[in-house]
């Protein structure tokens, strides 16, 4: 029998969704600004502050968060962490390269070039991206989420509501606008593919 999806739920999930991919341009502008020494540029292809991607990769292994209490033990080691870092280094590596196709579809390109990282494919995926999203995932699962999470549900419904109307509102505006007059794809992707291999 399917569980009932409450209203709390759905603004949790929109706003799990914000958040993440709030922190995933956080931390592509820093990888700009402190490993490419190329300064601030306003990655993905919206405007606004957020890359969907990393929203939509975090609603899928935020799934994981009930098992970080479970145990599996092999001898005297609990070898749970290791599975749920191993589980979100596929799916996220899965996710950034079937986005990569869908971006190559849509708009011509996508905006990260990992041509000359050690074992990469195509420039879309590499062991060191996905090293680094595995460690991601962790910090979100064990750190950030239970913190997140213990919030959104000590805030008033009303203010849920508040946020969520916010938020909507203003990515549908964004992707208007972005229909218009563009976005920031060409100038990011260019600035992208300038960055040197590390």
Request: glycine letters at 8%.
């Amino acid at each position: 029998m399917l569980k009932r999806i409450t209203e709390k739920q759905i603004y949790h999930t929109i706003l799990y969704f914000v958040f993440y991919a709030f922190v995933g341009w956080i931390y592509e502008v820093s990888l700009c600004i402190f490993e490419a020494k190329i300064g601030f540029v306003n990655r993905g292809f919206l405007w606004l502050p957020i890359l969907p991607v990393y929203g939509f990769g975090s609603l899928l292994f935020i799934q994981l968060y009930r098992l970080r209490k479970k145990k599996l033990p092999v001898g005297s080691f609990d070898m749970m962490p290791v599975v749920i870092f191993l589980i979100i280094l596929v799916s996220t590596t899965v996710v950034e390269l079937i986005t990569s196709y869908i971006l190559e579809a849509a708009i011509g390109g996508w905006l990260w070039d990992y041509t000359g990282y050690f074992m990469n494919f195509e420039g879309r995926i590499s062991l060191k991206t996905s090293l680094r999203f595995g460690l991601g995932g962790m910090a979100i699962i064990y750190i950030l989420h239970p913190l997140l999470r213990r919030a959104l549900y000590s805030a008033p419904i009303k203010v849920l509501r508040l946020l969520c109307i916010i938020f909507l509102t203003a990515v549908g505006i964004d992707l208007c606008f972005r229909v218009k007059y563009g976005s920031n794809f060409k100038q990011a992707s260019a600035i992208t593919y300038s960055i040197p291999s590390c």
